[in-house]
């Protein structure tokens, strides 16, 4: 079993920057890839960043230059520090476990097993 708790969402303007974090706690979990995703209203959820436990760091197009995701394994903590913030990021953003085997499905939602409860970003023009 795995458990994560994010944290870190606020409402922003355009133009600035959050940085979320991802605490987690379980079993073997330098074994697991470690992915961030986000829902907005009316819309299926998305993968946004994944980084292994070696740090190896994969991101969705839509975020890429802006978004850095990091992972303290010492700490047992996963980060996504969001730049240049627009207002088509606004979101639920949830962290996530999983075992995706091939690189091309590390931003795929349902590669991943555990979730954690999200937290929101609001973005305003």
């Known amino acids: 079993q795995v458990q994560l708790v994010e944290s870190g969402g606020d409402s922003v303007q355009a133009g600035g920057s959050l940085r979320l974090s991802c605490e987690v706690s379980?079993?073997?979990?330098?074994?697991?890839?470690m992915g961030w995703f986000r829902q907005a209203p009316g819309k299926q959820r998305e993968g946004v960043a994944s980084i292994l436990s070696g740090g190896t760091t994969t991101y969705a197009d839509s975020v890429k230059g802006r978004f850095t995701a990091s992972r303290d394994n010492a700490k047992n903590t996963l980060y996504l520090q969001m730049d240049s913030l627009k207002p088509n990021d606004t979101a639920m953003y949830y962290c996530?476990?999983?075992?995706?085997?091939?690189?091309?499905?590390?931003?795929?939602?349902?590669?991943?097993?555990?979730w954690g409860q999200g937290t929101q970003v609001t973005v305003s023009s």
């Open positions: 379980g079993n073997n979990l330098r074994s697991y890839c």
């Open positions: 996530a476990a999983g075992t995706p085997v091939l690189a091309w499905t590390r931003l795929l939602p349902q590669m991943y097993t555990y």
